[in-house]
T-cell receptor, first 117, second 116 residues
């Protein structure tokens, strides 16, 4: 149980295009999901908290118009990188909090490798 | 500001030896800590956690020690195997307890490499 999936696992796009990444909780409901990004050999940096049915909460320094988050159901959150540029190339990881379990129990997805040419 | 997970960046151990990965935190109010393992190209994997009312917790081949006095915790891996090669992060929830606003913040991590 407690599986989180991400799609796609890898994506390569041209500069200026938008890319959508999906995060799904497969066997539990998640009112809250989180989006992290990770640069090579660096730690995970929290970008935003995605709340089902409401607006996402972004961390300081993260452009909300650049990284659009939608959490339309209890099992799906999407992150759209708009007008992507090479500096947006990174490893994007989502996590989901099980609504029925302890507040601090989060399950992580396998990550999405974004490369912007 | 608050920080968690000030690690040494790398650790190299002989296969079969025990590994000890250290982590420090700054917020004395932190009451819950988690260790994650991240293999190359994958998401973090939960290893073990510990609450502040405990000094030690053991899992399968892993032990976490918490010293609240000096705000330090460690992850010990017994009989290290090649499959233990990964980056290890300690992390802690930040924000209001028992709240959807609580979020997990990661430290910088330690890359564990195994010598044959």
């Amino acid at each position: 149980g407690a599986v989180v999936s991400q799609h796609p696992s890898r994506v390569i796009c041209k500069s200026g295009t938008s890319v959508k990444i999906e995060c799904r909780s497969l066997d539990f409901q998640a009112t809250t999901m989180f989006w992290y990004r990770q640069f090579p050999k660096k730690s995970l940096m929290l970008m935003a908290t995605s709340n089902e049915g409401s607006k996402a909460t972004y961390e300081q320094g993260v452009e909300k118009d650049k990284f659009l988050i939608n959490h339309a159901s209890l099992t799906l959150s999407t992150l759209t990188v708009t007008s992507a540029h090479p500096e947006d190339s990174s490893f994007y990881i989502c996590s989901a909090r099980n609504s029925g379990r302890a507040y601090n129990e989060q399950f992580f997805g396998p990550g999405t490798r974004l490369t912007v040419l | 500001g608050e920080s968690v997970g000030l690690h040494l960046p790398t650790l190299s151990v002989q296969e079969g030896d025990n590994s000890i990965i250290n982590c420090a935190y700054s917020n004395s109010a932190s009451d819950y800590f988690i260790w994650y393992k991240q293999e190359s190209g994958k998401g973090p994997q939960f290893i073990i956690d510990i609450r502040s009312n405990m000094d030690k917790r053991q899992g399968q081949r892993v032990t976490v020690l918490l010293n609240k006095t000096v705000k330090h915790l460690s992850l010990q891996i017994a009989a290290t195997q090649p499959g233990d090669s990964a980056v290890y992060f300690c992390a802690a929830p930040m924000g209001p307890r028992y709240s959807s606003a609580s979020k997990i913040i990661f430290g910088s991590g330690t890359r564990l490499s195994i010598r044959p």
